[in-house]
């Protein structure tokens, strides 16, 4: 993670705080270790608006930001409670997603293994209840702290508070921009039981010739198919999955079956069937499409890219145009996983 200013910055840069690294800048940029600093950020900056990022691994800036971009650098681990089954470790919003995942697998506390490789920061997993590779960050949350902007004062959340849905929370709906996340409990298993239900999982282990899987295994399977099939930030901008997969009717999915036989669809609730967004955009022929700097990843449809000096304009250009030919196409349409600023 960059490097990050403690005092307050004017017309800052925010291409290292961002994964798709375009040249934006800020009008206030600042970092913070505790929510009590927020306030005083605030009325010193006197700026219109306030954006709180993590690792910016989920974000795209369409232009320069307006208002004051606030790093959350709260960080901590603690064991708060045990019981014979279970570790409820509150952790710093602030701390980095990836190595709280290497932390419990190597106490051998289980839930987040399949979650391992996903950028960011803690206090974004419950953002948009974070998934991969067979779970999501919703199963092992027990509760939420955060700071409440407008009535200053902290606020709890249970699982349910926080009415978690796919890559959807209430912190991404009601509560958008109105709460700092401060720190996540969560509730881990003492005696894991590792998650192998996903297939790609199942043949990686069987590459590694693992056939007693644990929860360390799991975690390097996640680890090896994430690097052979997703592209690093670090090399090529990028905020992973642009838009989420559409869920449609039942009876939807099997009228588009008749024309397109070979289309991928999995049950989700009780009549809806959930589409591969990837292979919509693939089959609308978009995959590795590029204009300028920025495209469709060569290998992941559903990755939107930034080349080079791609702005989030042009970026949101070329997303737009997949919605629209996936629309034309199949009548589907893609909704946004990315956070569009500003
Ligand atoms: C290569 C790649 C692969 C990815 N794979 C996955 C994946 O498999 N599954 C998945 O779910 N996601 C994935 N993502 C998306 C991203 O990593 C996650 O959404 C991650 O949780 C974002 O964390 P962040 O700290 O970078 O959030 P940011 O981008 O900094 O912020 C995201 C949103 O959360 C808000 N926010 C951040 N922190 C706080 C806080 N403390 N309080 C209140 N609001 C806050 C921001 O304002 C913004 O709206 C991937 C991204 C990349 C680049």
């Keep these: 993670m960059a490097s990050f200013p403690t005092a307050l910055q004017r017309n800052a840069s925010l291409q290292a705080y961002h994964s798709f690294g375009c040249k934006v800048q800020a009008a206030g940029l600042a970092g913070f270790s505790g929510v009590e600093q927020i306030p005083e950020l605030v009325a010193e900056a006197a700026l219109p608006s306030l954006l709180v990022l993590?690792?910016?691994?989920?974000?795209?800036?369409?232009?320069?930001?307006?208002?004051?971009?606030?790093?959350?650098?709260?960080?901590?681990?603690?064991?708060?409670?045990?019981?014979?089954?279970?570790?409820?470790?509150?952790?710093?919003?602030?701390?980095?997603?990836?190595?709280?995942?290497?932390?419990?697998?190597?106490?051998?506390?289980?839930?987040?293994?399949?979650?391992?490789?996903?950028?960011?920061?803690?206090?974004?997993?419950?953002?948009?209840?974070?998934?991969?590779?067979?779970?999501?960050?919703?199963?092992?949350?027990?509760?939420?702290?955060?700071?409440?902007?407008?009535?200053q004062q902290v606020i709890r959340f249970n699982n349910s508070d926080c009415r978690f849905g796919y890559r959807n929370s209430i912190f991404k709906q009601e509560l958008k921009n109105l709460v700092v996340i401060s720190s996540v409990r969560f509730r881990l298993q003492k005696q894991p039981k590792p998650n192998t239900a996903y297939g790609a999982i199942r043949q990686q282990l069987e590459a590694m010739q693992v056939s007693r899987p644990g929860i360390a295994d799991v975690s390097r399977a996640v680890i090896a198919i994430r690097q052979s099939k997703l592209p690093d930030p670090k090399e090529i901008g990028n905020a992973g999955s642009f838009f989420k997969n559409p869920v449609v009717k039942t009876a939807v999915a099997d009228e588009l079956l008749a024309q397109f036989p070979e289309m991928p669809g999995y049950p989700d609730t009780a009549g809806y069937t959930k589409i591969p967004a990837g292979w919509l955009i693939e089959k609308a022929g978009l995959k590795g499409y590029r204009q300028g700097d920025a495209g469709v990843h060569q290998q992941q449809a559903l990755v939107i890219v930034n080349h080079g000096s791609a702005s989030g304009e042009e970026l949101l250009a070329v997303a737009q145009l997949v919605q629209k030919k996936v629309s034309d196409m199949f009548g589907i349409s893609l909704e946004k996983e990315v956070n569009i600023l500003p």
């Excluded at 690792?55 to 232009?63: E, P």
């Excluded at 320069?64 to 971009?69: E, I, M, S, T």
């Excluded at 606030?70 to 980095?96: C, F, P, S, T, W």
């Excluded at 987040?112 to 996903?118: A, D, K, P, R």
């Design 54 to 151: 993590g690792g910016g691994s989920n974000v795209l800036f369409t232009r320069n930001y307006p208002g004051l971009v606030l790093l959350n650098r709260i960080m901590g681990m603690r064991v708060e409670k045990e019981d014979e089954q279970h570790i409820y470790l509150r952790v710093g919003a602030g701390e980095n997603w990836h190595q709280l995942v290497l932390h419990c697998v190597d106490k051998g506390w289980g839930g987040i293994e399949n979650l391992s490789l996903i950028p960011g920061c803690v206090g974004a997993s419950p953002m948009q209840n974070i998934g991969a590779y067979g779970a999501e960050v919703k199963d092992v949350i027990d509760e939420v702290e955060a700071w409440h902007l407008p009535d």
